[in-house]
């Protein structure tokens, strides 16, 4: 229908003629279905339909695009004019709605494409709001944004990425490097965390934030974070009894079928016990899906497997998370150490976040540690362990055998 609509309009007016066209989605909308039923999001749906409806000028073509997205498109005289209805419409959707004495609110993303700067039909027009839509999702939400060429040189890139790093996988181009975890009254290492390293034969070195954005959006990041998994605990195998490992957790491998089989059957081929791997998940986790990720912690955590929450400080930091969940380890956000943020205010929160660590008989890992100083800190603060280039770089699995070996002949890690 949208199809048709769209197609038809565009014959009846001057190919020069601007055009815009928005592809808006609505933030978080599963949470409203999943909380408050779907009865309430089909209202929401009608609501923002309606809204839409009161703020397009005459002539305008609106339609439902999937579960909860709207296409809409007008002709304009100025990209400022069509600046500014994308403004007047996400306003609106965000005005606070009322249902059974409920009261919500709810914001929108939007991607804008014109005609005929961004294309001259009707497919190019969407892919470009498509596009648009994709990174208007990746800032802020209640955003807009208007597509541009480099976002079409963006997608080639990340497709390109996406097939060279499945062929990474099979061609072992990728590697672990293990950075120590530090108990910061003895010095000794407690654990080591697995890092992914890759390194493309043509490229070099490509860093994470390069490539596991991509892993995550192409769903690669399931296989790639089993492997991970597997070799970290086969590395840790070779470790004294007391040595854990750290392994950061996808919120997609948690929701791919099988994930807690995939993470016995890296314990099993390891011949590693359970408690000596340490699973370490983002706030986001819970955000997303609050029920699938209890019966995957629950499960594993009954096995023996540890759990620990990562970059804390950094999102919402909810306290039901750590009261419902099982963690044994807290892991303080770097910007707190050695961040831009670092100071008075900072420490505070350090000191904070140790003393309820203590209640809840949990470890405290202060990340980014630099100089000595920034290690007094947080000793002094309560917490209880320790990571950064103070202690060691993250490095390949025969360097982490040697700070071993370093740690038990010596009187505990010293600055690498």
């Given at each position: 229908?949208?199809?048709?609509?769209?197609?038809?309009?565009?014959?009846?007016?001057?190919?020069?003629?601007?055009?815009?066209?928005?592809?808006?989605?609505?933030?978080?909308?599963?949470?409203?279905?999943?909380?408050?039923?779907?009865?309430?999001?089909?209202?929401?749906?009608s609501e923002v339909a309606r809204r839409l409806h009161?703020?397009?000028?005459?002539?305008?073509g609106i339609a439902r695009f999937g579960g909860d997205e709207f296409v809409f498109f007008?002709?304009?005289?100025?990209?400022?004019?069509?600046?500014?209805?994308?403004?007047?419409?996400?306003?609106?959707?965000?005005?606070?709605?009322?249902?059974?004495?409920?009261?919500?609110?709810?914001?929108?993303?939007?991607?804008?494409?014109?005609?005929?700067?961004?294309?001259?039909?009707?497919?190019?027009?969407?892919?470009?709001?498509?596009?648009?839509?994709?990174?208007a999702k990746l800032g802020a939400r209640g955003g807009h944004r208007f597509f541009d060429q480099s976002m079409t040189r963006e997608l080639a890139n990340r497709r390109e990425i996406e097939a060279e790093l499945r062929q990474a996988i099979k061609r072992d181009e990728l590697s672990l490097f293990y950075q120590p975890i530090v108990d910061l009254e003895t010095g000794r290492i407690r654990c080591f965390e697995a890092l992914l390293r890759w390194f493309h034969p043509i490229k070099g070195e490509l860093r994470p934030a390069e490539f596991i954005p991509v892993a995550e959006e192409t769903g690669v990041i399931v296989t790639l974070g089993n492997w991970i998994t597997r070799q970290a605990a086969l590395a840790c195998a070779q470790w004294p009894e007391d040595i854990s490992v750290a392994v950061n957790l996808s919120p997609l491998q948690i929701k791919a079928p099988g994930a807690v089989l995939a993470i016995e059957q890296a314990l099993r081929e390891a011949k590693l016990d359970p408690s000596r791997l340490e699973l370490e998940v983002t706030e986001s986790l819970?955000?997303?899906?609050?029920?699938?990720?209890?019966?995957?912690?629950?499960?594993?955590?009954?096995?023996?497997?540890?759990?620990?929450?990562?970059?804390?400080?950094?999102?919402?930091?909810?306290?039901?998370?750590?009261?419902k969940f099982p963690f044994s380890k807290i892991k303080v956000d770097r910007c707190f150490v050695s961040g831009e943020d670092a100071g008075p205010r900072a420490h505070a929160i350090i000191r904070a976040v140790a003393a309820m660590g203590r209640g809840l008989d949990m470890e405290i890992v202060a990340e980014g540690l630099e100089e000595q100083c920034q290690v007094e800190?947080?000793?002094?603060?309560?917490?209880?362990?320790?990571?950064?280039?103070?202690?060691?770089?993250?490095?390949?699995?025969?360097?982490?055998?040697?700070?071993?070996?370093?740690?038990?002949?010596?009187d505990g890690l010293r600055a690498a």
């Open positions: 229908g949208l199809n048709d609509m769209l197609v038809s309009h565009l014959m009846q007016i001057d190919p020069k003629q601007p055009l815009a066209l928005f592809w808006l989605d609505l933030d978080r909308f599963k949470e409203v279905n999943d909380l408050l039923g779907h009865e309430i999001g089909d209202r929401v749906l009161d703020s397009l000028p005459e002539g305008a007008c002709n304009v005289h100025h990209r400022s004019q069509c600046e500014a209805l994308a403004k007047r419409i996400l306003e609106q959707i965000m005005r606070p709605m009322h249902f059974d004495k409920e009261r919500m609110e709810i914001s929108g993303s939007m991607g804008i494409a014109l005609m005929p700067d961004d294309g001259t039909d009707a497919d190019r027009l969407m892919q470009a709001a498509d596009l648009a839509l994709y990174h819970f955000i997303e899906d609050s029920v699938q990720t209890a019966a995957f912690i629950e499960e594993l955590a009954a096995k023996g497997v540890r759990f620990a929450l990562d970059d804390f400080g950094t999102g919402y930091s909810s306290l039901s998370y750590i009261h800190t947080v000793r002094e603060a309560g917490c209880t362990l320790g990571q950064g280039y103070f202690f060691s770089r993250a490095v390949p699995d025969y360097l982490a055998a040697m700070l071993l070996a370093q740690d038990r002949n010596g």
